[in-house]
């Protein structure tokens, strides 16, 4: 009896799982590290973080959005120093507006699709990236003003 409920148990969960979509795939953390830096880095996106205009936007503030925290992205630099990540509350808490915030994660085989968006300068960037050869390169890009 315990058999036939384990192995219904097991179905179901397999027809559940077809159904409402199959498990989000785990990226490793080293490579959430490259994404970031890489989209970080994006050559088109330079223009709108002006540091030489505004000092309060070094170093460069991510919002904490899932393997992407503190611990995981120590070390990764923009601007000569590490960027911060921080938490929802510790953003509203400083009323920061001058972060980057992610929208989107979507992470599937060899592609991951980003979206940030950057409050304070009114803009969304869209990203695909595609594992190559043991890498991420920056597929396309998009940059939307509101």
Known sequence: M???????????WTCTN????QERERMPVE???EI??????LP??????????????????????GLINSKNMK????FGNEIIILNESEIRGKHL????QIGDWTYVGNTLRLQLSYTV????????????????IVENSLIMER
């Open 18 to 21: 077809t159904v409402l979509g």
């Open 97 to 100: 507006k001058n972060y980057l």
């Open 121 to 136: 300068e009114g803009i969304i960037i869209n990203y695909m990236f595609v594992r190559k050869d043991e890498k991420w």
């Open 44 to 65: 088109e996106l330079q223009e709108y973080y002006h540091i030489k205009t505004d000092s309060s936007r070094i170093p460069l503030i991510i919002a904490e959005y």
């Open 31 to 33: 490579e959430v590290r």
């Open 75 to 78: 070390g990764i630099n923009k």
């Open 36 to 41: 970031i830096q890489l989209a970080i880095d």
């Open 2 to 12: 315990k058999l036939k409920m384990c192995i219904l148990a097991m179905g179901f």
